[in-house]
């Protein structure tokens, strides 16, 4: 085998397992929820911080794992299909946190609901936002 056919195995061998597993940045671009002000002991409506990151792998074909990234509030979950939308719709659920995304569209919504059900003041919240491949 000369190196040139050598070159194009390695090439082709690296470009499959690249498209078997995909994998995506997403940012989210606008956060609003509701934050307990505990001053005036009430609740509120707030906008946060845009910029949260996330990770999505695939596992394997058409399972994926999502990992929030940062701030100490890290989480994961495993995605699967949305067996009532598209084929290109998964939901993530772990705990008290959701995360739905589209592979074709690329877009997500994630959604933060710990708090006031369980006795806490602790801010609920929803994200939009935009995945990239990685």
């Not at 990234?69 to 959701?98: E, K, M, P, Y």
Request: charged content about 20%.
């Amino acid at each position: 085998m000369n190196w040139k056919m050598l070159a194009l195995t390695i090439f082709t061998l690296f470009s499959t397992n690249a498209l078997a597993n995909a994998s995506y940045v997403c940012i989210t671009d606008l956060v609003s929820g509701l934050h307990y002000d505990e001053n005036g002991d009430n609740w509120e409506h707030a906008n946060f911080l845009p910029g949260e990151r996330f990770s999505i792998n695939e596992r394997r074909k058409d399972v994926y794992e999502v990992k929030k990234l940062g701030d100490g509030r890290t989480w994961s979950a495993i995605c699967v299909a949305h067996a009532d939308l598209t084929d290109d719709s998964f939901i993530c659920t772990s705990g008290t946190n959701q995360f739905n995304f589209n592979r074709e569209l690329l877009r997500f919504t994630s959604i933060r609901f710990y708090g006031y059900w369980n006795g806490s003041t602790d801010g609920l919240s929803i994200s939009i936002g935009q995945c990239f491949p990685n």
